[in-house]
């Protein structure tokens, strides 16, 4: 029950006369309930391996495939609603709505659904989940940092995704709140099977992973050659 599996994966960006490789020819695999961080130095090529994972790009050759289809055959369209309902999209800025309260940027998603009363159901539920429940109407502003990231991530599950993309996801807390944060993926994952995949400098957060995916110059480094070399610690 793989849910995205990547094969060879080489992913090309043309600039002028110019090609950058920004991966390699590189193999990976997400299941249910993972929890994997991608780390690596800038320029490494973990954004263009998030985008590939997050269905916003495709890869130049090698297969990428969602559920057993190659997403190379997806029309835009397809792909877009593919993203919809498998990825959840979790950000270091949290990109809340700050006109929105709350529960309603956690509806913004679905705003456009037919289904109103189900959508605000679903949303209350989410926040209950995250431990909001008695923060509905709030705004943005009257949130903590912490709390606004909880937000974003009762958002990212509104379509019951697959996968939680979380890029540097307690890049803007402290320690304490970013634990907390760690501690919901960590629900999240046992309760609804959701597998969260991280870009993260933090050595703190790769250490809370089951599997680290070690990016240099746009190919895998072993993780325990990278740990010997002192990359991950
Ligand atoms: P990271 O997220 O690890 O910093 P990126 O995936 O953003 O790495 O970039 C990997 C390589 O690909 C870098 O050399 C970068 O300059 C190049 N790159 C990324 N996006 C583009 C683009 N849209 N056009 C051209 N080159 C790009
Ligand atoms: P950074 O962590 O460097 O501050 P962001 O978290 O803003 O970067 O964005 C990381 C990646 O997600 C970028 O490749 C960007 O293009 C993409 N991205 C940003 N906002 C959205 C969005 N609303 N939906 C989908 N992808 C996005």
Known sequence: DVIIRGESVVKEYQTGAQTVQALKGIDFSIQPSDFVAIVGPSGSGKSTLLNLLGLLDVPTRGTVRLRGTD??????????????HTIGFVFQSFYLIPT?????????????????????????????????????????????????????????????????????????????????????????????????VTVTHDAYVAEEADRVVNLVDGEITDADEAESNGVVE
């Open 71 to 84: 997403v190379s055959t997806f029309s835009d369209g397809d792909r877009t609603t593919k993203r919809k």
């Open 100 to 196: 929105l309260t709350a529960l309603e940027n956690v509806e913004m998603p679905r705003m456009l659904d037919r289904t109103p009363k189900k959508t605000r159901e679903r949303a209350k539920q989410l926040l209950r989940r995250v431990g909001l429940g008695d923060r509905l109407d709030h705004y943005p502003d009257e949130l903590s940092g912490g709390q606004k990231q909880r937000v974003a991530i009762a958002r990212s599950l509104i379509n019951d995704p697959a996968i939680l993309l979380a890029d540097e996801p307690t890049g803007n807390l402290d320690r304490e709140t970013g634990d907390d944060i760690l501690e919901l993926f960590d629900e999240l994952r046992a309760e609804e099977n959701v597998a969260v």
